[in-house]
């Protein structure tokens, strides 16, 4: 049981290269979601979802997409890449949403760098 | 989502019980009490939450003010795997939202 899976866990981009950060659960989990966590910051939410086919925009969504054609994988994209998006991105699921989630699970991070 | 106040750091020696609070004096009355942890390089992981009760599991205890507007996350005997950075979170289940808003957390140090 690997629990969240985030690839690939370092990258370098240069400005206006495009790129996507894979993310895996093998939980069957209904939830996911995109925290990205710039430093001594705590996280703030990018985009999440509540199960295939359906995704919505956190807090700081623009310049990212999403998709989640299946349960376990959700991917984000990057178009277009700033250096204001140099950050480490967190991949993280949920068994249940709304009502008193009990716990999320975070992958370990991908340590993006814009130059 | 109310807000959180954590200190931004705390110190404890090695096997001593750590008391972590959070002052949270907007709270409503549908709102859970989260904590998680980050340690160094790695992500988030829960540690513990609760609504109006005391709750205690493995890993840690969470005391619940009577009026609801503080907390405190007691670890009770700190050891250096537990330097990290906790969060207080709220959490309105009654509003029906899906995310957790991180502040800055507190980030611990154990002394050994």
């Known amino acids: 049981n690997a629990g969240v899976t985030q690839t690939p866990k370092f990258r370098i981009l240069k400005i206006g290269q495009s790129m996507t950060l894979q993310c895996a659960q093998d939980m069957n989990h209904n939830y996911m979601y995109w925290y990205r966590q710039d430093p001594g910051m705590g996280l703030k939410l990018i985009y999440y979802?509540?199960?295939?086919?359906?995704?919505d925009k956190g807090e700081v969504p623009n310049g990212y997409n999403v998709s989640r054609s299946t349960t376990e994988y959700f991917p984000l994209r990057l178009e277009l890449a700033a250096p204001s998006q140099t950050s480490v991105y967190f991949c993280a699921s949920s068994l249940r949403g709304g009502i008193s989630t009990g716990e999320l699970f975070f992958g370990e991070g991908s340590r993006l760098t814009v130059l | 989502d109310a807000k959180t106040t954590q200190p931004n750091s705390m110190e404890s020696n090695e096997e001593e019980p750590v008391h972590l609070p959070c002052n949270h004096s907007t709270i409503s009355g549908t709102d859970y009490i989260h904590w998680y942890r980050q340690l160094p390089s790695q992500g988030p992981e829960y540690v513990i939450h609760g609504l109006t009760s005391n709750v205690n599991n493995r890993m840690a205890s969470l005391a619940i003010a009577e009026d609801r507007k503080s907390s405190t996350l007691i670890l009770h005997r700190a050891t250096l795997r537990d330097a990290a950075v906790y969060y207080c979170?709220?959490?309105?289940?009654?509003?029906?939202?899906?995310?957790?808003?991180f502040g800055k957390g507190t980030k611990l140090s154990v002394i050994p």
């Open positions: 979802s509540v199960g295939a086919g359906i995704t």
């Open positions: 979170i709220l959490r309105d289940v009654g509003a029906g939202s899906y995310q957790l808003t």
